[in-house]
């Protein structure tokens, strides 16, 4: 039954984000990009918790697959957030 209810809830999270990035504004994706990215370390934070439980193997699997997916969308959010702030930066003359 706890089963259920987890995925049920992954699912509803899942929809719902989708539907709330689909209807941000492109003149707001910088800011939103910002907003991912500290979310996406609080994932971090969480996967690390999961993983390092040790409750199950699956757990630890889980944790560690999540914990480098969370990173490697922390780290290209960084990237591409200093991209384009680099675009507004005044050139030397």
């Known amino acids: ?3 259920v209810l987890i995925v049920t809830i ?6 719902v984000g989708f539907e709330v990035i689909t209807k941000v504004p492109p003149i707001l994706h910088t800011p939103l990009m910002s907003g ?3 979310i996406s370390g609080i994932t971090v934070i969480g996967a690390l918790v ?4 040790g409750q199950s193997t699956l757990t630890v699997w889980l944790g560690f697959a999540a914990l480098v997916f969370a990173t490697i969308n922390v780290v290209g959010g960084f990237l591409v957030t200093h991209r384009m702030l680099s675009k507004f930066r005044k050139r030397e003359q």
């Not at 992954?10 to 929809?15: E, K, N, R, W």
């Open 10 to 15: 992954f699912v509803l999270a899942v929809f």
């Open 36 to 38: 991912s990215n500290a």
């Open 50 to 53: 999961a993983a390092g439980t």
């Open 1 to 3: 039954m706890d089963f």
